[in-house]
C-alpha cells in the first residue's frame, strides 16, 4: 500500500486537502463495495503540518492533522502533495519559510512532489521547478511566471508532469491530478474505476477553456496598460506594430521587449487574445450564428479563426457553445 502526504497549512483550499484525500482513500474501495465486492484500499493518506498542529483552512474549517512534516521519524511517503493556497499567496510563503526550507531539501528517491493550483508557487519558492515544466491556475500565471522566470510555466496545461514533479492547473485540478497518480502507482485499471465512481471526466487534459484575459493586465507598466486599454476599443480593425510603437512613443523593439515583460505576449497574439475572449462571450452568451460573431470581432476567414480560436481554448467555436452556452 502506498503513503501519501498531504501538507497543510493555514490559508489552504480545504477541498483541494479533503478532495484529494477522499480520492486516495476511496481508491479500490467505492468501485468494489459498488460491485458488492470486498473492498481493498490502495493508498493510505495523512495530514502533515509544521508542528502537528490543526490548519486552519481558507474557509474557516479546521483540519486535524495527523503529525508533522517536520518529524524525522516519521516513515517517507511515496507522493507528497502541495495543496491550493486560498490566502493571499505571498502571505502565505512568508508566513512558512519553514515548509519552504524543508520542500528545498526534497529527497526525489523514491517519492513524488506533487502541487495542485497555487499551491506550485511553494514548490517554485523551494527551487525545485527551475528548469521544469510546471502549470499553476490560470490566473496567476503571470505573477508566477514574473517572480519565477527559471521555471517553465504552461499555464494551458492542466496537468504537467517533469521527472519526480507534478503540477496541477486551477481550481478543481485536483481531481486530474488524483486520478493521474492513481494510475501511475495503481494501474490503468484502478484509475479508470476510479474516475468512473467519482464520475470524473478523466479525459480533461487543458485549462485554457476557462481561462480569462483580464490576468494580462496583472502587472505595473502604465504604458502597456494604456495599450491594452485602446486594442480593447479597436480589436477589430486592423493594428500595424507601427502604429501601436507611434501610440506609445516607443521604438518598435522597444514596445515587443515591454509588451511581452508586462503581458507575456506579443501585441499580436494579445490582439488575437482579445478577439477570442469576445467571440467567447458571443458563444456563451447569445445564439447568434458563427460565422456572424466571427465577422464582428474583426475576421472575415471562419476556417482561419475557427483554427486560432482552437488554438487558445483547446475547442473549436461549435463544442466551446455547446458546453459553455448558456
Known amino acids: 500500500m502506498h503513503t501519501v502526504s498531504v501538507i497543510g497549512f493555514d490559508g489552504a483550499l480545504a477541498s483541494a486537502i479533503t478532495g484529494i484525500i477522499d480520492l486516495f482513500r476511496l481508491a479500490g474501495v467505492t468501485w468494489a463495495r459498488i460491485h458488492g465486492e470486498p473492498p481493498e484500499p490502495l493508498f493510505r493518506t495523512r495530514l502533515l503540518t509544521t508542528n502537528g498542529d490543526p490548519c486552519r483552512c481558507i474557509n474557516g474549517i479546521t483540519l486535524l492533522a495527523d503529525g508533522s512534516w517536520n518529524d524525522r521519524g516519521l516513515p517517507p511517503a511515496d507522493i507528497i ?48 521547478l527551475n528548469g521544469r ?30 521527472g519526480d514533479i507534478a503540477c496541477a492547473g486551477g481550481g478543481m485540478a485536483w481531481w486530474d491530478l488524483g486520478v493521474y497518480l492513481v494510475e501511475r502507482y495503481a494501474g490503468p485499471d484502478a484509475s479508470r474505476q476510479l474516475a468512473k465512481a467519482f464520475v470524473i471526466d478523466a479525459g480533461r487534459t487543458s485549462q485554457a ?35 501601436l510603437a507611434r501610440l506609445a512613443g516607443l521604438s518598435e523593439r522597444s514596445l515587443l521587449r515591454r509588451f511581452k515583460a508586462a503581458t507575456g505576449d506579443t501585441p499580436n497574439t494579445y490582439l ?54 448558456r
Request: charged fraction near 20%; glycine fraction near 4%.
Open 209 to 243: 477553456p476557462y481561462s480569462a484575459l483580464q490576468a494580462k493586465r496583472y502587472h505595473a507598466d502604465a504604458t502597456v496598460l494604456q495599450l491594452q486599454d485602446w486594442l480593447d476599443r479597436h480589436f477589430t480593425q486592423t493594428i500595424a506594430l507601427s502604429e
Open 81 to 128: 502533495i502541495v495543496p491550493t493556497i486560498g490566502a493571499p499567496i505571498i502571505d502565505v510563503l512568508t508566513h512558512n519559510r519553514q515548509l519552504v526550507d524543508w520542500l528545498s531539501r526534497h529527497d526525489s528517491s523514491p517519492r513524488l512532489l506533487a502541487s495542485n493550483c497555487t499551491g506550485a508557487f511553494l514548490l517554485a519558492e523551494a527551487g525545485l
Open 272 to 325: 488575437q487574445l482579445l478577439r477570442v475572449e469576445h467571440a467567447r462571450h458571443h458563444l456563451e452568451t447569445s445564439r447568434r450564428p458563427i460565422d456572424e460573431i466571427i465577422n464582428t470581432v474583426g475576421y472575415e476567414d471562419v476556417s482561419s479563426f475557427s483554427r486560432l480560436f482552437r488554438k487558445h481554448t483547446g475547442l473549436p467555436p461549435g463544442a466551446y457553445r455547446s458546453r459553455f452556452g
Open 133 to 162: 515544466e510546471a502549470t499553476t491556475h490560470w490566473g496567476f500565471s503571470n505573477q508566477f511566471s514574473q517572480r519565477y522566470p527559471e521555471v517553465i510555466c504552461r499555464p494551458e496545461k492542466l496537468v504537467t508532469v517533469d
